[in-house]
Each structure stands twice: as C-alpha cells, then as structure tokens.
C-alpha cells in the first residue's frame, strides 16, 4: 500500500480550539490532498499540495508537506460544530502506469464540540 | 461551477443481480476515475479512463466492469452482486496533466440485500 496511517485516528476538541492531523505515506508522490466527508456523504476536496510545495494555506486550513519524512499535517484553525466530519489524505503516485491514481489514509474522525 | 454527478444516489439490490452505476464528469475534464467505499473504510481505487481508454486498473472484482463513453460520461457495471459489494461508490474526474485535484460526487450508496 502506498498510504500509512493516519494519526489520529479520532479527534475530540472544544470550538476554537485548533485541530491537527497528520498523515504518512510510503513512496514518491505528485501531490498529496486532503478531503472532507460528513457521514456516508460526498468526498470534499479542501486543498492540494505538489511535491515541490512546502507549506499551503487556504482561509483556516494549513497544510504542511515534509517529503523527505513522507508526511503531512493539516490544521484546522479556530475550529467550529460544523468542521465535524472525518479528513482523509490521498496520494497520487509519480509513476507513469499508476498516474493519477489516489490512496487514501484511513482517515481521522474530527468532533468538534459547541 | 458544474460538479461531477452521480446516479443514483442511492441503490438497493439483491444478491446475483446487475447493477449499473453513472457518472457524469466536470465538462472538460479528460479523466474518470472509480473508488469504492466500505463502510467505516477509506476509499479504494477500482479503475479510471482516460479520453475514452482504460488507463488503470486497480482492485476491481472481475463481475464489475465500467467504460466511458463519446460524451466522457461513464459507467460501472457490476454483476453477480454479493452482500459484501455494499459499499459507497465514487466517481471523480479530473485533468490529467498535469496530475491534478480531482473532484468527487456525491457517490452512490449500493445495498446489497
């Protein structure tokens, strides 16, 4: 498998409050994206970031990209009820025959308390 | 902005019956890809197209197959239905160079009785 664990694996905070997860992955990538779901609904793409990138934001998210330890971390800042749901990293593979081709982590459950 | 559309929504089958899953890609989009969700799961890759061609295959049962079509629309067929194909079923498209975000569906929810 391309994809490791997913660390947490369930988040529990007060809103306001900061959430991070972080994700490893075992080899070369493209790009590495994270994902929203609310429970047994839709994949909600939130922010993608290229090999070459470092560090990406995008309004409260962060995202945070470490090739040479083949991890990432999102963080969620000034967390709120409605960012519940879990976060999956996905992975696409710089080989040719795989390309485009997404793995997923086994996700982290984020529950964010009112 | 358009989305990727998926019918249905939701499906309810008995066991060795045919199911036939639609995906509508983002208008321009040149990639179609499949995954497969069990519950409590992360997603799996079942296959993808691109322009019309099988460009990879992953851990797709034999009793399934899928192709897209002229319009770039696609489908997954899937027959023989066992309880353990209930699952969620995703389409996502995308551009495919560069590698890039690939956009999902609301996916179909397969029971499998």
């Known amino acids: 498998s391309q994809q490791g664990e997913e660390d947490p694996q369930a988040l529990s905070i007060q809103e306001g409050e900061n959430a991070t997860m972080n994700c490893s992955y075992k080899?070369?990538?493209?790009?590495l994206q994270w994902y929203r779901q609310n429970s047994g609904r839709g994949l909600v793409h939130l922010i993608l970031i290229r090999s070459n990138e470092r560090e990406k934001h995008s309004g409260r998210l962060r995202v945070t990209l470490d090739t040479s330890k083949k991890s990432s971390s999102l963080l969620i800042t000034a967390s709120r009820a409605a960012d519940t749901a879990s976060y999956f990293c996905a992975t696409d593979s710089d080989r040719g025959s795989t390309l485009g081709r997404l793995y997923f982590g086994r996700g982290t459950q984020l529950t964010v308390w009112p | 902005a358009a989305g990727v559309i998926q019918s249905p929504r939701h499906l309810i089958k008995e066991k060795r019956e045919t199911a036939t899953l639609k995906c509508y890609p983002i208008p321009r989009h040149d990639t179609v890809y499949w995954y497969q969700q069990g519950p409590g799961q992360d997603p799996q890759f079942l296959i993808s197209?691109?322009?019309?061609?099988?460009?990879d295959k992953g851990s797709i049962p034999d009793r399934f197959s899928a192709q897209q079509f002229s319009d770039y629309h696609s489908e997954l067929n899937m027959s023989s239905l066992e309880l353990g194909d209930s699952a969620l079923y995703f389409c996502a498209s995308s551009l495919r160079r560069p590698p890039d975000t690939q956009y999902f569906g609301p996916g179909t929810r397969l029971t499998v009785l």
């Open positions: 197209f691109y322009e019309k061609m099988q460009s």
């Open positions: 080899t070369s990538i493209n790009n």
